[in-house]
T-cell receptor, first 116, second 114 residues
Framework: GAVVSQHPSRVICKSGTSVKIECRSL??????MFWYRQFPKQSLMLMATSNEGSKATYEQGVEKDKFLINHASLTLSTLTVTSAHPEDSSFYIC????????????FGPGTRLTVL | LAKTTQPISMDSYEGQEVNITCSHN???????ITWYQQFPSQGPRFIIQGYKTKVTNEVASLFIPADRKSSTLSLPRVSLSDTAVYYC???????????????FGTGTRLKVLA
């Protein structure tokens, strides 16, 4: 089956620094990738939809200047949390989809971000 | 986008069949119903997807009535390792539609007891 990886799996950083999270589709080309955030005991919240070669579409309430998304290739999307603060601490999950077919989204294992 | 409603939590015992029902009254003609399983600190894992009637795979069955306003995920003979959160999602999985995206509801927290 299709595999999506994320790197790093967990990261701890100081307040004010920027953190980059990578999402890769390992064995298929993903024209669309999605980024989610999940707080403890809560459901996944869609942050943005990322299409290869174009600007990401952000959900209402998500700051595009704070959460920078780059989908430069068909196998890689990156999420950069700029000037991270403790309230940005969360579990970030990406998923990838293959366009043009009836297909489920393939989710990555997630990245645990802790901002001190 | 269709909104889904599921029970917040369920308890079951090992070896029992578990049925989790999801309501999606506003499902659209092109929408499919997909169920995911999520363990703590992991990404969701695909379980099953269907459009109508019944779908069965090696891990679960999905029952969808004719009006498609609800669906039921059936897990046969659950074990302790099936303790997880189960999400019902509704949407058009044909990404050529250009507007497809998953909106996760609250999910159902299933706890399997020994």
């Amino acid at each position: 089956g299709a595999v999506v990886s994320q790197h790093p799996s967990r990261v701890i950083c100081k307040s004010g620094t920027s953190v980059k999270i990578e999402c890769r589709s390992l064995d298929f080309q993903a024209t669309t990738m999605f980024w989610y955030r999940q707080f403890p005991k809560q459901s996944l919240m869609l942050m943005a939809t990322s299409n290869e070669g174009s600007k990401a579409t952000y959900e209402q309430g998500v700051e595009k200047d704070k959460f920078l998304i780059n989908h430069a290739s068909l196998t890689l999307s990156t999420l950069t949390v700029t000037s991270a603060h403790p309230e940005d601490s969360s579990f970030y999950i990406c998923s990838a989809a293959l366009a043009g077919s009836y297909n489920e989204q393939f989710f990555g294992p997630g990245t645990r971000l802790t901002v001190l | 986008l269709a909104k889904t409603t599921q029970p917040i939590s369920m308890d079951s015992y090992e070896g029992q069949e578990v049925n989790i029902t999801c309501s999606h009254n506003n499902i659209a003609t092109n929408d499919y119903i997909t169920w995911y399983q999520q363990f703590p600190s992991q990404g969701p894992r695909f379980i099953i997807q269907g459009y109508k009637t019944k779908v069965t795979n090696e891990v679960a069955s999905l029952f969808i009535p004719a009006d498609r306003k609800s669906s039921t995920l059936s897990l046969p003979r659950v074990s302790l390792s099936d303790t997880a959160v189960y999400y019902c999602l509704v949407g058009d999985p044909r990404f050529t539609s250009g507007t497809y995206k998953y909106i996760f509801g609250t999910g159902t927290r299933l706890k399997v007891l020994a």
